[in-house]
């Protein structure tokens, strides 16, 4: 998360905060750590983590 820019939960208006949150596909989960809301802990996936590493994940766990 960049230090210049702070993100807010659309929800609650609370700032977000680094969290350790679980994923799962395919019956498989992992964990990454992203901004969360503290409040209602809806996490922000940015579309790099998106586009990136999850569909990295993805393909890797559906080769299988």
Do not use: W
């Not at 807010?8 to 990454?32: D, I, P, W």
């Amino acid at each position: 998360m960049s230090e210049e820019k702070t993100l807010k939960c659309a929800r609650c208006g609370e700032t977000l905060v680094l969290r350790q949150v679980r994923f799962s596909y395919m019956n498989r989960s992992f964990g990454h750590e992203v901004p969360t809301c503290p409040k209602c802990g809806r996490p922000y996936i940015s579309r790099a983590l998106a586009e990136g590493k999850m569909a990295e994940v993805e393909v890797m766990l559906e080769d299988k």
